[in-house]
T-cell receptor, first 113, second 115 residues
Framework: AQKVTQAQTEISVVEKEDVTLDCVYE???????LFWYKQPPSGELVFLIR??????QNEISGRYSWNFQKSTSSFNFTITASQVVDSAVYFC??????????FGTGTRLQVFP | DTGVSQDPRHKITKRGQNVTFRCDPI?????LYWYRQTLGQGPEFLTY????????KSRLLSDRFSAERPKGSFSTLEIQRTEQGDSAMYLC?????????????FGPGTRLTVL
């Protein structure tokens, strides 16, 4: 069975703090893809990153970085120097043997000024 | 705006009524997906289309639910004899597809409230 676990339900930080959102996945597929989406208060899901199972290189995009470790089945997301605009619900998702996305339950991030 | 659009954005209905939602994908995208999101949960897959062909339906999609994409462009999701448990956000997404790597672009969703 495919599953995505985001154990952190809610995280609160003060602006400029670094924060890491955890994601653990389960799949029997050898080829799979991992995603992160952001859902701001407006409700629309915004794509952040896609990673395939053969590429374990970490990725950095501005203040965002992702750490993919197959050995621990984790795909963690770090925001450096958080800002109030980062406040949202963040979802980790898995695409395995078919075309659908399997989402975790999300982590609500609140960044206070 | 050339993103995914959904109509209506909000729908309030009484239990037992039928409702229909519409999704217009990004024009060149041949894959279209429907997901359902309840409060505090992540989106759950319902069904998806490759052009006009419906390729997979989740077990969540009971007989009261039907989805169509008649000309491979827009799609409709109909719920018959609505129940209070149907209250949720219904999300539509589209992608260039095929393939699991294809990025899915999401619409703003239709929030359904069944009284």
């Amino acid at each position: 069975a495919q599953k995505v676990t985001q154990a952190q339900t809610e995280i609160s930080v003060v602006e400029k703090e670094d924060v890491t959102l955890d994601c653990v996945y389960e799949t029997r597929d050898t080829t799979y893809y991992l995603f992160w989406y952001k859902q701001p208060p407006s409700g629309e899901l915004v794509f952040l990153i896609r990673r395939n199972s053969f590429d374990e290189q970490n990725e950095i995009s501005g203040r965002y970085s992702w750490n993919f470790q197959k050995s621990t089945s984790s795909f963690n997301f770090t925001i450096t120097a958080s800002q109030v605009v980062d406040s949202a619900v963040y979802f980790c998702a898995l695409s395995g043997g078919n075309d659908k996305l399997i989402f975790g339950t999300g982590t609500r991030l609140q960044v206070f000024p | 705006d050339t993103g995914v659009s959904q109509d209506p954005r909000h729908k309030i209905t009484k239990r037992g009524q039928n409702v229909t939602f519409r999704c217009d994908p990004i024009s060149e995208h041949n894959r279209l997906y429907w997901y359902r999101q309840t409060l505090g949960q992540g989106p759950e897959f319902l069904t998806y289309f490759q052009n006009e062909a419906q390729l997979e339906k989740s077990r969540l999609l009971s007989d009261r639910f039907s989805a169509e994409r008649p000309k491979g462009s827009f799609s409709t999701l109909e719920i018959q004899r609505t129940e209070q448990g149907d209250s949720a956000m219904y999300l539509c997404a589209s992608s260039l597809g095929p393939g699991r790597a294809a990025e899915q672009f999401f619409g703003p969703g239709t929030r359904l409230t069944v009284l």
